[in-house]
Protein backbone atom coordinates (compact mmCIF):
# COMPACT_ATOMS: atom_id res chain seq x y z
CA UNK A 1 0.00 0.00 0.00
CA UNK A 2 2.69 2.19 1.00
CA UNK A 3 4.23 1.86 -2.76
CA UNK A 4 0.74 2.50 -4.06
CA UNK A 5 0.68 6.31 -1.85
CA UNK A 6 4.21 7.18 -3.22
CA UNK A 7 2.72 6.04 -7.42
CA UNK A 8 0.00 8.79 -6.65
CA UNK A 9 1.88 11.40 -5.03
CA UNK A 10 4.23 10.91 -8.33
CA UNK A 11 1.05 11.22 -10.09
CA UNK A 12 -0.44 13.82 -8.94
CA UNK A 13 3.02 15.54 -9.11
CA UNK A 14 3.11 15.07 -12.78
CA UNK A 15 -0.80 16.47 -13.36
CA UNK A 16 0.65 19.49 -11.57
CA UNK A 17 3.72 20.28 -13.58
CA UNK A 18 1.58 19.55 -16.67
CA UNK A 19 -1.52 21.03 -15.68
CA UNK A 20 -1.97 23.52 -19.22
CA UNK A 21 -1.33 19.68 -21.24
CA UNK A 22 -4.21 17.81 -19.49
CA UNK A 23 -6.57 21.22 -18.81
CA UNK A 24 -7.22 19.97 -15.28
CA UNK A 25 -5.83 23.19 -12.58
CA UNK A 26 -2.89 22.16 -10.32
CA UNK A 27 -5.34 22.93 -7.27
CA UNK A 28 -7.71 20.14 -8.06
CA UNK A 29 -4.63 17.64 -8.68
CA UNK A 30 -3.19 19.15 -5.61
CA UNK A 31 -6.16 17.98 -3.41
CA UNK A 32 -7.19 14.66 -5.12
CA UNK A 33 -3.85 14.13 -4.67
CA UNK A 34 -4.02 14.99 -1.21
CA UNK A 35 -7.00 13.12 0.42
CA UNK A 36 -6.62 10.07 -2.01
CA UNK A 37 -3.04 9.76 0.02
CA UNK A 38 -4.47 10.02 3.59
CA UNK A 39 -7.12 7.87 2.05
CA UNK A 40 -4.63 4.56 0.82
CA UNK A 41 -2.44 5.19 4.53
CA UNK A 42 -5.76 4.77 6.80
CA UNK A 43 -6.84 1.59 4.15
CA UNK A 44 -3.01 0.06 4.86
CA UNK A 45 -4.06 -1.60 7.97
CA UNK A 46 -3.61 1.35 10.33
CA UNK A 47 -5.58 2.45 13.51
CA UNK A 48 -8.42 4.78 12.57
CA UNK A 49 -7.53 6.44 15.31
CA UNK A 50 -4.10 6.46 14.87
CA UNK A 51 -3.85 7.84 11.50
CA UNK A 52 -6.72 10.76 12.26
CA UNK A 53 -4.54 12.32 15.37
CA UNK A 54 -1.89 12.01 12.46
CA UNK A 55 -3.57 13.58 10.11
CA UNK A 56 -5.32 16.49 12.39
CA UNK A 57 -1.76 17.15 13.61
CA UNK A 58 -0.55 17.74 10.00
CA UNK A 59 -3.19 19.59 9.94
CA UNK A 60 -2.77 21.93 12.63
CA UNK A 61 0.73 23.22 11.29
CA UNK A 62 -1.05 23.34 7.12
CA UNK A 63 -3.81 25.64 9.15
CA UNK A 64 -1.42 27.81 10.09
CA UNK A 65 0.69 28.29 7.03
CA UNK A 66 -2.59 29.09 4.96
CA UNK A 67 -3.81 31.23 7.53
CA UNK A 68 -0.61 32.86 7.50
CA UNK A 69 -0.43 32.85 3.48
CA UNK A 70 -4.53 34.58 3.61
CA UNK A 71 -3.41 37.16 5.97
CA UNK A 72 0.06 38.30 4.15
CA UNK A 73 -2.22 38.31 1.04
CA UNK A 74 -4.92 40.31 2.31
CA UNK A 75 -2.69 43.06 3.82
CA UNK A 76 -0.56 43.58 0.37
CA UNK A 77 -3.80 43.34 -1.60
CA UNK A 78 -5.38 46.54 0.91
CA UNK A 79 -1.86 48.22 0.35
CA UNK A 80 -2.33 47.44 -3.22
CA UNK A 81 -5.91 49.25 -3.22
CA UNK A 82 -5.17 52.62 -1.56
CA UNK A 83 -2.19 52.03 -4.57
CA UNK A 84 0.16 52.39 -1.41
CA UNK A 85 2.76 50.29 -3.74
CA UNK A 86 3.30 53.86 -5.67
CA UNK A 87 5.50 55.17 -2.70
CA UNK A 88 8.00 52.67 -3.88
CA UNK A 89 7.60 52.56 -7.77
CA UNK A 90 7.09 55.90 -8.72
CA UNK A 91 11.44 56.27 -7.11
CA UNK A 92 12.52 53.25 -8.91
CA UNK A 93 12.86 55.09 -12.89
CA UNK A 94 15.46 52.68 -14.19
CA UNK A 95 14.15 51.13 -17.33
CA UNK A 96 16.83 48.98 -17.89
CA UNK A 97 16.09 45.35 -17.71
CA UNK A 98 19.53 44.46 -16.12
CA UNK A 99 19.61 47.59 -13.93
CA UNK A 100 15.68 46.81 -12.57
CA UNK A 101 16.59 43.18 -11.90
CA UNK A 102 19.11 43.86 -9.27
CA UNK A 103 16.92 46.46 -8.00
CA UNK A 104 13.89 44.16 -7.52
CA UNK A 105 16.37 41.24 -6.46
CA UNK A 106 19.03 43.26 -3.79
CA UNK A 107 15.62 44.12 -2.27
CA UNK A 108 13.76 40.89 -2.25
CA UNK A 109 17.34 39.63 -0.77
CA UNK A 110 17.45 42.11 2.31
CA UNK A 111 13.20 42.14 2.90
CA UNK A 112 13.23 38.00 3.15
CA UNK A 113 15.83 38.44 6.08
CA UNK A 114 13.47 40.84 7.65
CA UNK A 115 10.52 39.17 7.25
CA UNK A 116 9.80 35.88 5.39
CA UNK A 117 10.00 34.48 2.21
CA UNK A 118 6.68 33.90 1.44
CA UNK A 119 5.65 37.33 2.56
CA UNK A 120 8.48 39.26 0.49
CA UNK A 121 7.43 36.93 -2.41
CA UNK A 122 4.27 38.14 -2.07
CA UNK A 123 4.74 41.71 -1.86
CA UNK A 124 7.58 41.83 -4.76
CA UNK A 125 4.88 40.26 -6.62
CA UNK A 126 2.25 42.76 -5.99
CA UNK A 127 5.15 45.33 -6.73
CA UNK A 128 6.48 44.15 -10.30
CA UNK A 129 2.68 44.88 -11.64
CA UNK A 130 3.11 47.35 -11.58
CA UNK A 131 6.73 48.27 -12.67
CA UNK A 132 6.50 45.93 -15.60
CA UNK A 133 2.85 45.55 -18.25
CA UNK A 134 4.57 42.71 -20.43
CA UNK A 135 3.55 39.10 -18.63
CA UNK A 136 6.00 37.40 -20.16
CA UNK A 137 8.81 39.80 -18.60
CA UNK A 138 7.03 40.09 -15.27
CA UNK A 139 7.40 36.32 -15.24
CA UNK A 140 10.43 35.87 -15.77
CA UNK A 141 11.38 38.10 -12.95
CA UNK A 142 8.87 36.71 -10.84
CA UNK A 143 11.33 33.69 -11.28
CA UNK A 144 13.74 35.64 -10.11
CA UNK A 145 12.52 37.06 -7.10
CA UNK A 146 11.69 32.97 -5.88
CA UNK A 147 15.67 32.38 -6.32
CA UNK A 148 16.27 36.03 -4.32
CA UNK A 149 13.97 35.05 -1.89
CA UNK A 150 14.71 31.91 -0.46
CA UNK A 151 18.42 33.05 -0.60
CA UNK A 152 17.44 35.55 1.36
CA UNK A 153 15.36 33.81 3.93
CA UNK A 154 18.52 31.05 4.64
CA UNK A 155 21.28 33.26 6.49
CA UNK A 156 18.38 34.71 8.73
CA UNK A 157 16.44 33.02 11.79
CA UNK A 158 13.51 33.87 10.66
CA UNK A 159 13.64 34.23 7.18
CA UNK A 160 12.78 30.72 6.29
CA UNK A 161 10.62 28.19 8.41
CA UNK A 162 13.61 25.48 8.27
CA UNK A 163 16.05 27.43 9.66
CA UNK A 164 13.37 29.20 12.18
CA UNK A 165 12.66 25.23 13.02
CA UNK A 166 16.61 24.86 13.55
CA UNK A 167 16.79 28.53 15.76
CA UNK A 168 14.03 27.40 17.66
CA UNK A 169 15.23 23.76 18.10
CA UNK A 170 18.68 24.74 19.15
CA UNK A 171 20.76 23.43 16.59
CA UNK A 172 22.08 27.17 15.58
CA UNK A 173 21.86 30.27 16.99
CA UNK A 174 21.43 34.27 15.55
CA UNK A 175 25.06 34.86 15.37
CA UNK A 176 26.35 32.31 13.81
CA UNK A 177 23.76 31.25 10.97
CA UNK A 178 24.01 34.65 9.47
CA UNK A 179 27.76 35.36 9.83
CA UNK A 180 28.15 31.87 8.22
CA UNK A 181 25.18 31.75 5.28
CA UNK A 182 25.04 35.57 4.72
CA UNK A 183 28.19 34.99 2.02
CA UNK A 184 26.89 31.93 0.19
CA UNK A 185 23.36 32.81 0.15
CA UNK A 186 24.56 36.18 -1.72
CA UNK A 187 26.63 34.45 -3.74
CA UNK A 188 23.40 31.88 -4.46
CA UNK A 189 21.16 35.21 -5.45
CA UNK A 190 24.11 37.26 -7.57
CA UNK A 191 25.61 34.35 -9.39
CA UNK A 192 22.30 33.80 -11.60
CA UNK A 193 21.55 37.22 -11.82
CA UNK A 194 24.99 37.45 -13.74
CA UNK A 195 24.66 34.77 -16.10
CA UNK A 196 21.28 36.77 -16.71
CA UNK A 197 22.82 40.41 -16.91
CA UNK A 198 24.82 38.94 -19.90
CA UNK A 199 21.85 37.80 -21.84
CA UNK A 200 19.68 40.44 -20.76
CA UNK A 201 19.29 43.30 -23.14
CA UNK A 202 16.42 46.09 -23.81
CA UNK A 203 14.05 48.22 -21.66
CA UNK A 204 11.21 47.63 -19.73
CA UNK A 205 7.39 48.31 -21.05
CA UNK A 206 6.09 50.06 -17.65
CA UNK A 207 2.42 50.56 -17.41
CA UNK A 208 0.82 53.47 -18.84
CA UNK A 209 0.87 55.97 -15.58
CA UNK A 210 -2.51 57.82 -14.99
CA UNK A 211 -2.26 61.18 -14.30
CA UNK A 212 -2.44 61.95 -10.41
CA UNK A 213 -5.61 63.32 -9.09
CA UNK A 214 -5.80 62.02 -5.41
CA UNK A 215 -6.10 64.98 -2.85
CA UNK A 216 -4.12 65.09 -0.04
CA UNK A 217 -6.63 63.39 2.11
CA UNK A 218 -5.89 59.89 -0.51
CA UNK A 219 -2.62 60.80 -0.46
CA UNK A 220 -2.50 60.94 3.26
CA UNK A 221 -4.14 57.69 3.61
CA UNK A 222 -2.08 56.13 1.08
CA UNK A 223 0.76 56.82 2.89
CA UNK A 224 -0.52 55.90 6.05
CA UNK A 225 -1.97 52.18 4.75
CA UNK A 226 1.18 51.51 3.48
CA UNK A 227 3.82 52.11 6.31
CA UNK A 228 0.88 50.44 8.53
CA UNK A 229 0.86 47.25 5.80
CA UNK A 230 4.31 47.53 6.23
CA UNK A 231 4.66 47.75 9.79
CA UNK A 232 2.30 44.86 10.49
CA UNK A 233 4.33 42.66 8.18
CA UNK A 234 7.48 43.34 10.14
CA UNK A 235 5.46 42.67 13.46
CA UNK A 236 4.80 39.51 12.53
CA UNK A 237 8.47 37.65 13.11
CA UNK A 238 8.66 40.30 16.28
CA UNK A 239 5.37 38.93 17.64
CA UNK A 240 6.40 35.29 16.88
CA UNK A 241 10.11 36.11 18.75
CA UNK A 242 8.85 37.85 22.25
CA UNK A 243 5.54 35.44 22.25
CA UNK A 244 6.44 32.26 21.17
CA UNK A 245 3.46 31.80 19.41
CA UNK A 246 3.42 30.62 15.25
CA UNK A 247 3.36 33.00 12.97
CA UNK A 248 -0.10 33.13 11.75
CA UNK A 249 -0.94 34.75 15.08
CA UNK A 250 0.93 37.59 14.40
CA UNK A 251 -0.42 37.96 10.93
CA UNK A 252 -3.72 37.56 12.37
CA UNK A 253 -2.80 40.08 14.61
CA UNK A 254 -1.49 42.33 12.02
CA UNK A 255 -4.65 42.05 10.26
CA UNK A 256 -7.15 42.61 12.54
CA UNK A 257 -5.25 46.30 13.10
CA UNK A 258 -4.92 46.60 9.97
CA UNK A 259 -8.78 46.12 9.99
CA UNK A 260 -9.73 48.41 12.52
CA UNK A 261 -7.12 50.93 10.85
CA UNK A 262 -9.28 51.00 7.40
CA UNK A 263 -12.32 50.89 9.04
CA UNK A 264 -11.80 54.06 11.15
CA UNK A 265 -10.00 55.62 8.09
CA UNK A 266 -12.84 55.80 5.52
CA UNK A 267 -16.11 55.25 8.14
CA UNK A 268 -17.19 58.84 7.06
CA UNK A 269 -17.22 58.08 3.62
CA UNK A 270 -19.97 56.67 1.79
CA UNK A 271 -20.64 52.87 1.39
CA UNK A 272 -19.87 52.42 -2.38
CA UNK A 273 -16.51 53.95 -2.16
CA UNK A 274 -15.89 52.41 1.39
CA UNK A 275 -16.35 48.88 -0.24
CA UNK A 276 -13.19 49.21 -2.59
CA UNK A 277 -10.76 50.21 0.55
CA UNK A 278 -11.89 47.43 2.73
CA UNK A 279 -10.84 44.13 3.68
CA UNK A 280 -13.65 42.25 2.56
CA UNK A 281 -12.55 43.70 -0.74
CA UNK A 282 -9.08 42.82 -0.84
CA UNK A 283 -10.68 38.99 0.72
CA UNK A 284 -12.49 39.12 -2.75
CA UNK A 285 -9.72 39.53 -4.45
CA UNK A 286 -7.16 37.50 -3.51
CA UNK A 287 -6.39 33.93 -5.34
CA UNK A 288 -8.18 31.61 -3.26
CA UNK A 289 -7.64 28.35 -5.37
CA UNK A 290 -3.51 29.15 -4.86
CA UNK A 291 -4.81 28.73 -1.01
CA UNK A 292 -6.56 25.45 -2.15
CA UNK A 293 -3.55 24.40 -3.96
CA UNK A 294 -1.05 25.01 -1.14
CA UNK A 295 -3.27 22.91 0.90
CA UNK A 296 -3.50 19.74 -1.36
CA UNK A 297 0.28 19.98 -2.02
CA UNK A 298 0.82 19.92 1.95
CA UNK A 299 -1.02 17.08 2.73
CA UNK A 300 0.59 15.01 -0.08
CA UNK A 301 3.91 15.80 1.77
CA UNK A 302 1.87 14.99 5.15
CA UNK A 303 1.23 11.68 3.90
CA UNK A 304 4.87 11.00 2.84
CA UNK A 305 6.41 11.89 6.60
CA UNK A 306 3.06 10.17 8.38
CA UNK A 307 3.67 6.68 6.36
CA UNK A 308 7.73 7.45 7.64
CA UNK A 309 8.26 7.64 4.20
CA UNK A 310 10.72 10.64 3.74
CA UNK A 311 12.36 9.53 6.96
CA UNK A 312 13.36 5.98 5.63
CA UNK A 313 14.52 7.79 2.27
CA UNK A 314 16.57 9.98 4.65
CA UNK A 315 18.15 6.96 6.70
CA UNK A 316 18.87 5.00 3.07
CA UNK A 317 20.73 8.17 2.22
CA UNK A 318 22.90 8.20 5.13
CA UNK A 319 23.95 4.54 4.75
CA UNK A 320 24.79 4.72 1.19
CA UNK A 321 26.37 7.98 0.93
CA UNK A 322 29.44 8.94 3.37
CA UNK A 323 29.91 12.61 2.88
CA UNK A 324 28.14 14.78 5.33
CA UNK A 325 28.36 17.25 2.70
CA UNK A 326 27.14 15.74 -0.17
CA UNK A 327 24.04 13.99 1.69
CA UNK A 328 22.72 17.85 2.96
CA UNK A 329 23.15 19.13 -0.66
CA UNK A 330 21.00 16.10 -1.93
CA UNK A 331 18.58 16.88 0.68
CA UNK A 332 18.30 20.51 -0.02
CA UNK A 333 18.17 19.36 -3.90
CA UNK A 334 15.08 16.94 -2.12
CA UNK A 335 13.73 20.05 -0.81
CA UNK A 336 12.58 21.16 -4.63
CA UNK A 337 10.39 17.84 -5.17
CA UNK A 338 9.35 17.50 -1.38
CA UNK A 339 8.92 20.11 1.48
CA UNK A 340 11.84 21.21 2.48
CA UNK A 341 10.05 21.17 6.54
CA UNK A 342 9.59 17.80 6.49
CA UNK A 343 12.88 17.08 5.30
CA UNK A 344 14.33 19.19 7.85
CA UNK A 345 12.27 17.69 10.49
CA UNK A 346 13.24 14.15 9.94
CA UNK A 347 16.60 15.32 9.83
CA UNK A 348 15.96 16.90 13.32
CA UNK A 349 15.14 13.59 14.13
CA UNK A 350 17.88 11.36 12.56
CA UNK A 351 21.17 13.25 14.11
CA UNK A 352 20.39 14.79 17.98
CA UNK A 353 22.63 17.32 19.43
CA UNK A 354 25.12 15.14 21.03
CA UNK A 355 26.34 13.94 17.28
CA UNK A 356 26.01 17.70 15.87
CA UNK A 357 26.68 20.07 18.76
CA UNK A 358 24.70 23.69 18.14
CA UNK A 359 26.31 25.63 14.99
CA UNK A 360 28.14 22.77 13.96
CA UNK A 361 28.85 22.19 10.41
CA UNK A 362 25.94 19.98 9.44
CA UNK A 363 23.63 22.42 10.96
CA UNK A 364 24.75 25.43 9.20
CA UNK A 365 25.13 23.76 6.33
CA UNK A 366 21.83 22.11 6.00
CA UNK A 367 20.20 25.79 6.65
CA UNK A 368 21.49 26.63 3.77
CA UNK A 369 20.81 24.15 1.28
CA UNK A 370 17.36 23.43 2.60
CA UNK A 371 16.37 27.04 2.76
CA UNK A 372 17.84 27.63 -0.92
CA UNK A 373 17.75 24.21 -3.12
CA UNK A 374 13.68 24.38 -2.98
CA UNK A 375 14.21 27.01 -6.11
CA UNK A 376 15.37 24.42 -8.07
CA UNK A 377 11.32 23.52 -9.09
CA UNK A 378 8.42 26.23 -8.65
CA UNK A 379 7.27 24.42 -6.10
CA UNK A 380 9.96 23.27 -4.09
CA UNK A 381 9.18 26.79 -1.95
CA UNK A 382 6.54 28.47 -0.18
CA UNK A 383 7.98 31.12 -2.34
CA UNK A 384 7.41 29.43 -5.49
CA UNK A 385 4.10 28.20 -4.43
CA UNK A 386 2.91 31.82 -3.72
CA UNK A 387 4.52 33.06 -6.92
CA UNK A 388 2.56 30.25 -8.99
CA UNK A 389 -0.57 31.13 -7.26
CA UNK A 390 -0.56 34.57 -7.93
CA UNK A 391 1.09 35.11 -11.39
CA UNK A 392 -0.12 31.36 -12.62
CA UNK A 393 3.36 30.71 -13.28
CA UNK A 394 3.67 27.19 -15.26
CA UNK A 395 5.49 24.70 -14.05
CA UNK A 396 7.39 23.29 -17.28
CA UNK A 397 7.99 27.22 -17.79
CA UNK A 398 9.90 27.76 -14.48
CA UNK A 399 11.32 24.15 -15.75
CA UNK A 400 12.83 25.29 -18.84
CA UNK A 401 13.90 29.25 -18.02
CA UNK A 402 14.61 29.67 -14.17
CA UNK A 403 15.50 26.11 -12.58
CA UNK A 404 18.87 25.71 -14.29
CA UNK A 405 20.03 29.56 -13.05
CA UNK A 406 18.40 28.39 -9.43
CA UNK A 407 20.83 25.11 -9.54
CA UNK A 408 24.05 26.93 -10.72
CA UNK A 409 23.29 29.52 -7.61
CA UNK A 410 22.21 26.63 -5.41
CA UNK A 411 25.44 24.62 -5.87
CA UNK A 412 27.72 28.20 -6.23
CA UNK A 413 26.42 29.33 -2.70
CA UNK A 414 27.04 25.57 -1.60
CA UNK A 415 30.85 25.28 -2.76
CA UNK A 416 31.48 29.26 -1.61
CA UNK A 417 30.37 27.70 2.68
CA UNK A 418 32.28 24.76 1.62
CA UNK A 419 35.58 26.59 0.71
CA UNK A 420 34.63 29.77 3.42
CA UNK A 421 34.42 26.78 5.95
CA UNK A 422 37.36 24.84 5.37
CA UNK A 423 39.71 28.38 5.42
CA UNK A 424 37.95 29.85 8.61
CA UNK A 425 36.23 27.31 9.93
CA UNK A 426 32.20 28.78 9.92
Given at each position: MYSLIVIIFILGYLAIAFEHTIKVNK????????VVTWTLYVMAGESHHHVNEELLHHLSEISGILFFLLGAMTIVELVDSHNGFEIITRRITIERNPGLLWIVSSLTFVLSAILDNLTTTIV??????????????RLFFA?????????????SPIGDVTTTMLWIGGQITTIHIIKSIIVPSLVCMVIPLLVVSIRMRGHVPRPEILLDESTKVEKREQQIVFFSGVSALIFVPIFKTLTHLPPFMGMMLSLGLMWTLTEILHHKK???LRDRYSVLYALRKIDTSSILFFL????????LEATGLLQSAAAW???QIQSEALIIMIIGLLSSIVDNVPLVAASMGMYDLTQYPTDSFFWTFLAY?????GSALIIGSAAGVAAMGIEKINFMWYLKKIAWLAVVGYF???FTYLLQYELFGF
Open positions: AASALVTGMISLLRKLINDKNQGIIVIAANAGGAWAESGILLCIGTLSGCAGTGAGA
